[in-house]
């Protein structure tokens, strides 16, 4: 299931490391779950896990009733951090009574959580998915014609217009037994009253987004005043998608002696206002070292090639297991290849490994989303999308279709995929480079969860992406990926070798004999000679410089026009999503 983190999951000592976690006090971290008081529920749950560095740290500080601020990235094990002790703090009661709240930006990370919290209660059982399951878990569709002795490679179809979305088999199971606490979610695009009558029932923790919740305070059809323990989930995307009215009134119908713990991947400017407004007596917790480079990344130049045709290579080696190879992509798949690399890979084909993994391609804008899609699928790749424009329930379908791997290319737009967290991501591929590095950094994450192993390949052009070089350039070296040389060369120098350097290479040297003559009549002959170097390379140099300048304006005007389109269009669905959140 998307971003659950299962007891029989294998987790990389990458994120457990506790030297990574910086502390604002001393305090003990928390080694083993079992070192808790557990319930049988959650003691079988936990027993199989490890905490993580942020869980170590997060839950004795919230367990010894502090405030928490808390800087972490997706992928780490966040939401146990916040969980596990308030499960541990709240009390069982009768009759339940509205005690937790968790807010979090967005539909998708909203039912990740839910399902988490309801593992953890022990109201959920994973299924293992059966053999007839498996058999219809492909990528190629049960309608086309395809032959049974032609090798047919899994990410394709062999009649594109014959795609259906199958009805796919539930990975999770909920039991049919009284949990300790009752539990309920509201969000937006979904019906009202179906998730009022569940509150209404009577619950101690509640899962929300800002605008449905407001809407919900609004109605009256829920209070906050017997709220004790607020998470603040992913509180910097909150910010970014313009929710900082809703968070504020929510804290204005909170009591004052609340326990608020807010998560965020950064500490910029406007969270530190945030935190020192509504965090008093706060602990400080921040993983210092971000999970990136346990990822690979390679940039490609998309110069003088077709986009949309690498990309498909690029997905058809990655299924192959011969992903490492990218050299070839300008080209036919095997066209470029020498004899001596034919046989090679001949001889080490016993060794390539298919990739079972799920691969996720963002683009920046929703007409983008669409148009790739639909392209990708004409060229034979079986894939899904998500953006603004999709209702719930077409969002949830396409995200369940890839969660689960029968869909296994998800392509997505930044603002849709926010909050999207699922753990078998094994490459992502940035079609469109974001517009800030933060989000570049986000994008990649998602391809390392839980300090996996991760891929992540990305497209850049000088015309669109000149600003994000430097940056771009400072994330490589830091995370110890290859710098490739067109990211390294200098743009100022790019006409270069437009002049023959015959002329800035023309040697006057007096001391041979050849030039002895000219040695003694030098003082007027050299003058004229250097007058005339000078003078040429001056033309020269002009010459580049209007040739740069003009260059130069056409690119600072292109980048602001598509600077300006993104902007807009981010807007848009930022706010269409901002209204489907409060319907």
Known sequence: MNGITTPVEEEKPHIHDLNNVKCSINIKPLLKFTDLKLNDTMHKYLSKLTPTAIQSFAIPAILHNKNVLCRAPTGIGKTLAFLVPILLKLKVLERPKLRALIITPTRELAIQIKVQLDSLLGLIEFVKEDDNTKNNNTNIDNNTNVDNNTNVDP????????VKVKQITPQIKYKKIKPLYKTGIIYGGTDVGT?????KAGIDILVATPGRLCDFINRNFLTLKNIKYYVLDEADRMLDMGFEKDMNYINANLRKDIFLYMFSATFDSNIRVIADKWLSDKITIEFKNETIK?????????YGIVKENVLVKIIKKYFKGTINNLNDLSGNDNS????????????NNNNITPNNGLVLIFVETKKRCRDLERSLRLKGVKCTSIHGDKDQIERETSLQNFSNGSCKVLVATSVAARGLDIPNIGLVINYELPR?????????GRSGRCGRQGHAISFYSDLADIKRKKQLIKVLQESGNIVPQFLLKNNSNIDDGYYSDSCSNTEYDT???????????????????????????????NTNTIRNISRETIQIIIQKLILLIEIIQNKMDSEKLMISQKK
């Open 155 to 162: 990410w394709l179809i062999k009649e594109p217009e014959v």
């Open 195 to 199: 998730q009022r009558n569940k509150i």
């Open 336 to 347: 470029n290849q020498n004899t001596n690399n034919n046989n090679n890979s001949s001889n």
């Open 294 to 302: 346990n990822i690979k990344q390679e940039i490609l130049s998309s």
């Open 511 to 541: 001391n041979t004999s050849n030039n002895k003559n000219t040695h003694i009549n030098s003082n007027f002959d050299k003058q004229v000679r250097v007058n005339k170097h000078n003078s040429i390379n001056n033309h020269k140099s």
């Open 436 to 444: 800030n590095i933060k989000e570049y950094i986000h994008r990649i």
